[in-house]
């Protein structure tokens, strides 16, 4: 199994520009999240899912979007990259949600810097 | 909102020298997982606690859950470069939401 795969591993942009991030895991989890890891903060929820097609809203939604078209992929958008958007992203997977008391697997981030 | 506070946030520590870094909960734990990452790496599962008291061990890593004080620590013995990294915590934040600790910064000097 690969696990969480995320692509690429590495970017940079332009303020403005917009892109997807890729998140991939093949352990057929229906819970899927994506965080942001900035120093000193810690991750902070962006967005998550509890399966194909329902998505919600994390700590920090602002500036980004999610779609869970299948059970496999998780893609994060960033509409208009901003600065402050400047950060490792992680995505992390599990069977089920927090409550079910099942440990996240993360994949091994996206490190993102916008200009 | 449940919030996660880790102390130390850094810690630099002799080699062979014993380690402990605490995670305290402003809500009731319920359960609370112990992650390590390595520098430009992904966070790896260590271990989850689910019940107030239990203790569980790996290798020269132990975590202990008090719900009564809704605070976990995470012990190491005998220290050794590969535990360098960081160390987070991360609980059931309600509304399947997982939130996290800042972190915990480990340096160990040879």
């Known amino acids: 199994n690969a696990g969480v795969t995320q692509t690429p591993k590495f970017q940079v942009l332009k303020t403005g520009q917009s892109m997807t991030l890729q998140c991939a895991q093949d352990?057929?989890?229906?819970?899927m999240s994506w965080y942001r890891q900035d120093p000193g903060m810690g991750l902070r929820l962006i967005h998550y899912s509890v399966g194909a097609g329902i998505t919600d809203q994390g700590e920090v939604p602002n500036g980004y979007n999610v779609s869970r078209s299948t059970t496999e992929d998780f893609p994060l958008r960033l509409l208009s990259a901003a600065p402050s958007q400047t950060s490792v992203y992680f995505c992390a997977s599990s069977k089920q949600g927090p409550q079910s008391n099942q440990p996240q697997h993360f994949g091994d981030g996206t490190r993102l810097s916008i200009l | 909102s449940q919030e996660l506070e880790q102390s130390p946030q850094s810690l630099i520590v002799q080699e062979g020298k014993n380690l402990t870094i605490n995670c305290t909960s402003s809500?009731?734990?319920?359960?609370l997982y112990w992650y390590k990452q390595k520098y430009g790496e992904g966070l790896i599962f260590l271990m989850m606690l689910q019940k107030g008291g239990e203790e569980k061990s790996h290798e020269k890593i132990t975590a202990k859950l008090d719900e009564k004080k809704q605070q976990s620590s995470l012990h190491i013995t005998a220290s050794q470069p590969s535990h360098a990294g960081i160390y987070l915590c991360g609980a059931d934040g309600g509304a399947q939401k997982l939130v996290f600790g800042q972190g915990t910064r480990l340096t160990i000097n040879p």
């Open positions: 352990m057929n989890h229906e819970y």
């Open positions: 809500k009731t734990l319920y359960g």
